[in-house]
Structures are given as C-alpha cells and as structure tokens.
C-alpha cells in the first residue's frame, strides 16, 4: 500500500455524473489536492479498510480520469494501521504534519479514529467520514463530518426489531474496547424503554477469534434469546459458527460495522437467524442513482466485490468531493471545512446528508438486513 512521500495517484476527476462534480473556481489551479487516511489494510479486519477504500478510490479515480476538482488531481495517502489503535496514531501524525494534507478520510474503527481525534484538534484539519458510528464521533466538534447514521440511531431500530421478535432477554458479545462498550451502551439505552433485559454480558479481544470463554458466559443456562454482537466479523463468524455448534437456536443481531459482506463469506453463506444493520442502500439496487453510479464506479477500477462495505465508502468520496467544490482554490485545511460545514442538503442519487454549521452527522439512513 502507498506510504506517505510516494507519488502513487489515485486518478480521479471531476464534472462526473458518478462524483457529481464539476470544475468550478478555474482561477490559480492547484495541481493536487493531497488526502490523508489510516485504515486497516492488514490483519483479521482488513477486508472493512481494504474494501472502504475500494469504494473511495472507484470514486476518486474516476473523478481525476475527468479533469479532477478544478483541474486538480485528488492524491491519496493511504496507511496501514491494522486495525490498532497505536498504528493510527503513528500514521495519523505523518499525515498531519504534510502541510499538503487537507483532511484525514476514511479511518475505519472506533478505536483508531478515537486515536486521531487529538491531531484533528491540535492540527486544525477535517476529518471526514470514519466509518464508525460511536458517540465519540457524535460530540460537537467543527471539524469532525460523519457521513453514515450513528450506532445508537442502529441500536433504535435493532431493539425494535428485538421487541417484535418477542425477545425479552439478550446476551451481548462486545470487543473490549471503545467500539464495544459504545456498541453495548447504545443497545442498552435503545433497549431500556422497551423492556429488553441486557445480559449476560462478555467480552473478545479486538483483532482475536478466540471466544471459547464467550460462549461458556453467554451460553449458560437459562440462555438469552437473542446475542447482539458489536466487533469484526471474524470474531463475530467464530461465534455465531460455534454457538450453532453448541445447539444455540436463538437469533444474533449485529450493529453495521461487522462487515455484512466478510461475515457472510466467514459464515460460509448462511447467514440464518441473523440480523444486521445498514446504513447504506442496498449495493445491488441499481434502481437507486446513486448506487448505479457506484457500480459504474467499480467496474472502471476492475472492483469485483460489490457490497456495503465499498459503497459506504464511495458515498463518504463523494461529501469529501463536494467539500471540495464547495470552496475555491487555493484549497486550505480552513477552507475545505468551511467548504463541508457549509454544503446544507444534499441528495447523492436517493441517499442525502445534510451539513450546517451545527450538523454534521451526515445521513440519517438505517436499514435491516434480516434472515429467518
């Protein structure tokens, strides 16, 4: 993967119907627009980093192939982290300290965007769409514009499903980190006003499959009714794959960042009694513009994995493009959040977000994807 200092492109251009760009504010043309981002490229999440990113480069790589923003070509740094927090920190002050770095996009997790959220700061640059949906992210910060819904808005229509199955109890796996805990607090209070009792309660380390002592604590008898998991997807498939094993019968739901399309493959397909939240469209629905657009975009760059994960992806390139159109050039750390804070609302093709001064939470679309 690309290191900062390389000169590897993604070449993408503006003016698009699939970015919904054009040049606009010709005078004094700046030859790049340099991008930041950390994401895991490696380790047991790397298919959320790698196929993120494959969405925002179908969409960055077709916006430069068109003339870029204003006749500037968009350049992406994109670092590995691995999904640990540690290495985000490390890339993220790489990044910051690049005077040509206008915006960190894309990190993936909550532990590693939590990780950069001090340089954001300190450093004064945007930080654009993270795909994660922690309050963290949530708190008022000018500089900080998510792109999907967050996870207690997931949590709202997870635990209304949950009372509609007739659940009563729930047992939850969590990661034992800010992710996890966020994700168990967000069920938590979504569940409380419609009677769900939480618990048992355990844990998995981030970045392990290893849930043998899950099991035994949320397995014990009387068994809950359901298991809401908030991690990866490989701990998630090692789970739900060895409570089948054990005879459990009851459902398992999941907030959106486990990765639908990756713990489908890990599970082998079968994705029975299993529900998990989306905050993206469906990626096969070309009735929908902005999905078409999306394809279109994959195909160009030879992407064959079509799903959620590079969609979602996709749909944060094209808010970091707009941003971009939305102030002229010469393009600045300032500028460009001004640029994003100052978009208000915007329909991409059948997904909107809207961003003011005081809004920047992005899109407010959740959706079920639901097996019997």
């Given at each position: 993967?690309?290191?900062l200092?390389?000169?590897r492109r993604?070449l993408l251009?503006?003016?698009?119907?699939?970015?919904?760009?054009?040049s606009?504010?010709?005078e004094?043309?700046?030859?790049?627009i340099?991008?930041?981002?950390?994401?895991?490229l490696s380790?047991?999440?790397a298919?959320l980093g790698q196929?993120f990113?494959?969405?925002?480069q179908a969409?960055?790589?077709?916006?430069n192939q068109?003339?870029?923003?204003?006749?500037?070509?968009l350049?992406?740094h994109l670092l590995?982290?691995a999904y640990e927090?540690?290495r985000s920190?490390?890339?993220?002050r790489k990044l910051v300290e690049?005077p040509r770095?206008l915006?960190l996009?894309?990190?993936?997790?909550t532990?590693?965007?939590h990780?950069?959220?001090?340089?954001?700061?300190?450093?004064?640059?945007?930080f654009?769409?993270?795909?994660?949906?922690a309050?963290?992210?949530?708190?008022?910060?000018p500089?900080?514009f998510?792109?999907r819904?967050?996870?207690?808005a997931?949590?709202?229509?997870?635990?209304a499903?949950?009372q509609a199955?007739g659940?009563?109890?729930v047992?939850v796996?969590?990661?034992?980190d800010?992710?996890g805990?966020?994700g168990?607090?967000?069920?938590?209070?979504?569940?409380?006003?419609?009677?769900?009792q939480?618990?048992?309660?355990?844990q998995?380390q981030r970045?392990?499959?290893?849930?043998?002592?899950?099991?035994?604590?949320?397995l014990a008898q009387p068994?809950?009714?359901a298991?809401?998991m908030?991690?990866t997807?490989?701990?998630?498939?090692?789970?739900?794959?060895?409570a089948?094993?054990?005879?459990?019968?009851?459902?398992?739901?999941?907030?959106?960042?486990v990765g639908?399309?990756?713990?489908r493959?890990?599970l082998?397909r079968?994705l029975?009694k299993l529900?998990?939240?989306?905050v993206?469209p469906d990626?096969?629905d070309r009735?929908?513009?902005?999905?078409?657009a999306?394809q279109k975009?994959?195909?160009?760059?030879?992407?064959?994995?079509?799903?959620?994960?590079s969609?979602e992806?996709?749909?944060?390139?094209?808010?970091l493009c707009?941003g971009?159109?939305?102030?002229?050039?010469?393009?600045?750390?300032?500028?460009?959040?001004?640029g994003?804070?100052?978009?208000?609302?915007?329909d991409?093709?059948?997904?909107?977000?809207?961003?003011?001064p005081q809004r920047?939470a992005g899109?407010?679309?959740?959706g079920l994807?639901?097996?019997?």
């Amino acid at each position: 993967m690309p290191i900062l200092g390389t000169r590897r492109r993604l070449l993408l251009a503006g003016g698009l119907a699939g970015c919904g760009l054009g040049s606009r504010a010709a005078e004094r043309p700046q030859a790049e627009i340099h991008i930041g981002s950390s994401a895991a490229l490696s380790g047991p999440a790397a298919a959320l980093g790698q196929r993120f990113h494959a969405g925002a480069q179908a969409c960055f790589k077709q916006l430069n192939q068109k003339g870029g923003i204003a006749g500037a070509r968009l350049v992406s740094h994109l670092l590995d982290d691995a999904y640990e927090p540690a290495r985000s920190e490390q890339n993220t002050r790489k990044l910051v300290e690049d005077p040509r770095v206008l915006a960190l996009f894309g990190y993936v997790g909550t532990p590693t965007s939590h990780a950069a959220l001090p340089f954001v700061r300190r450093w004064k640059i945007p930080f654009v769409g993270p795909f994660t949906g922690a309050d963290v992210l949530w708190e008022p910060n000018p500089l900080v514009f998510n792109v999907r819904a967050s996870y207690r808005a997931e949590a709202l229509l997870l635990a209304a499903d949950m009372q509609a199955q007739g659940i009563k109890r729930v047992g939850v796996l969590y990661q034992a980190d800010l992710f996890g805990r966020a994700g168990m607090e967000a069920l938590r209070d979504a569940g409380q006003p419609l009677g769900l009792q939480i618990g048992p309660t355990a844990q998995v380390q981030r970045n392990s499959d290893q849930v043998q002592s899950s099991l035994a604590s949320l397995l014990a008898q009387p068994r809950p009714e359901a298991i809401f998991m908030v991690s990866t997807y490989a701990s998630s498939a090692a789970f739900i794959k060895q409570a089948r094993q054990l005879g459990y019968q009851g459902r398992f739901y999941s907030l959106s960042f486990v990765g639908l399309e990756p713990l489908r493959e890990a599970l082998g397909r079968d994705l029975s009694k299993l529900t998990v939240a989306q905050v993206v469209p469906d990626p096969a629905d070309r009735t929908i513009p902005v999905v078409a657009a999306y394809q279109k975009a994959m195909r160009e760059l030879g992407g064959k994995q079509l799903g959620a994960i590079s969609l979602e992806g996709y749909l944060a390139a094209r808010v970091l493009c707009e941003g971009l159109r939305n102030c002229r050039p010469p393009w600045t750390r300032a500028s460009l959040a001004e640029g994003l804070a100052t978009l208000g609302h915007l329909d991409l093709g059948g997904f909107h977000v809207d961003y003011g001064p005081q809004r920047h939470a992005g899109s407010s679309y959740i959706g079920l994807r639901s097996e019997p």
